[in-house]
């Protein structure tokens, strides 16, 4: 089982920044590829973008192109997503899950959810 741990949300004004951490521990070494996720109230869950964990390619929703950077640290087994240029409707909480590959992960991210992060971007 991979198990994941969020953190690094918070309230902050448009036009802010925040970045957030995704520590992962457990079975992860069958896993090629990280990625993060959102769900604001009443919506469902929603790609926002993922790496190859060996590769690096990336990947994002057409959302946050431009504004938000993932990247990792292998040896930490961490990944992040920088976000800049924020606005109220990235409020949501942030997850991250783990996937067999990029395009993989948009749809079959394999783990079971984290209790993820709160980012509220306030108007």
């Known amino acids: 089982q991979v198990q994941l741990v969020e953190s690094g949300g918070g309230l902050v004004q448009a036009g802010g920044s925040l970045r957030l951490s995704c520590a992962a521990s457990?079975?992860?070494?069958?896993?090629?590829?990280r990625g993060w996720f959102r769900q604001a109230p009443g919506k469902e869950r929603e790609f926002v973008a993922a790496?190859?964990?060996?590769?690096?390619?990336?990947s994002y929703a057409d959302s946050v192109k431009g504004r938000f950077t993932i990247s990792r640290d292998n040896a930490r087994n961490t990944v992040y997503l920088q976000m800049h240029s924020l606005k109220p409707e990235d409020t949501a909480v942030y997850y991250c899950?783990?996937?067999?590959?990029?395009?993989?992960?948009?749809?079959?991210?394999?783990?079971?959810w984290g209790q993820g992060t709160q980012v509220t971007v306030s108007s």
């Open positions: 790496i190859g964990w060996i590769s690096g390619v990336t």
């Open positions: 457990g079975r992860t070494g069958s896993t090629y590829a």
């Open positions: 899950n783990v996937g067999n590959s990029v395009p993989d992960i948009v749809t079959h991210p394999r783990a079971s």
